[in-house]
């Protein structure tokens, strides 16, 4: 079975400082890991992926993420936090088999304080 | 390319009428999408996986019955919430997998969602 920790529901830094929100994963076989964020009423928005390749993955808005197979994680980071990337942000996994659905981890709150 | 749209994006119905959501990949072909559901401040939980050409698979605890999802075309999914109930007040988002040999053919495309209230 597959599984998504986010252990902090609400991450709150201020602008200029750098952010990481967690994530951890349980999945068998090979790992796909998905980053996504949501703005209030909005549907999901891609952030960036891990696939296969180097574990330090760069995506939209200047976020990135390091996948770490022994400790199983994906946490998403980004040097210099905006008050814009407050929003809600969901780590996701899928197994290798093409076909078989996400596992959505239950969000952690980002809120960037001017 | 790989947007997914849904109709309508908000919708407000009385108790015990139907209401029609759609889900369309406008720029490639799904023959999979996917129904969530999203309560206030929670996760997106996977209610079904719905299929071109055949039956939806729904996941526990979901009432086929009452969300009848139909996938008549590639680019079309629609889910349907029956009689429904204030307790089916939920954001629902669906979200399209592209098939192929690239690289984004991991990735699932999410529509913006669905915002329904029923009085």
């Known amino acids: 079975a597959q599984s998504v920790a986010q252990p902090e529901d609400q991450v709150n830094v201020a602008e200029g400082n750098p952010l990481t929100v967690k994530c951890t994963y349980s999945?068998?076989?090979?790992?796909?890991l998905f980053w996504y964020v949501q703005y209030p009423n909005r549907g999901l928005q891609f952030l960036l992926k891990?696939?296969?390749?180097?574990?330090l993955v760069k995506g939209s808005y200047g976020f990135e993420a390091e996948f770490n197979k022994s400790q199983t994680s994906f946490h998403l980071k980004k040097p210099s936090a905006l008050v814009s990337d407050s929003a809600l942000y969901f780590c996701?996994?899928?197994?290798?088999?093409?076909?078989?659905?996400?596992?959505f981890g239950p969000g952690t709150r980002l809120s960037v304080l001017p | 390319g790989a947007v997914v749209s849904q109709h309508p994006s908000w919708v407000i119905c009385k108790s015990g009428t139907s209401v029609k959501i759609e889900c369309r990949s406008l720029?490639?072909?799904?023959?999979?999408m996917f129904w969530y559901r999203q309560f206030p401040k929670q996760s997106l939980m996977l209610m079904a996986t719905?299929?071109?050409?055949?039956?939806?698979?729904?996941e526990q605890g979901v009432e086929k019955d009452k969300f009848l999802i139909n996938h008549a075309s590639l680019t079309l999914s629609t889910l349907t919430v029956t009689s429904a109930h204030p307790e089916d007040s939920s954001f629902y988002i669906c979200?399209?997998?592209?098939?192929?040999?690239?690289?984004?053919?991991?990735?699932?495309?999410f529509g913006p969602g669905t915002r329904l209230t029923v009085l």
């Open positions: 979200s399209a997998g592209k098939q192929g040999a690239g690289l984004r053919d991991n990735e699932q495309f």
């Open positions: 999945v068998s076989g090979n790992p796909y």
């Open positions: 891990y696939i296969t390749g180097d574990n």
């Open positions: 996701a996994v899928r197994a290798y088999n093409y076909g078989q659905n996400f596992v």
């Open positions: 720029d490639f072909q799904a023959t999979t």
């Open positions: 719905s299929n071109e050409g055949s039956k939806a698979t729904y």
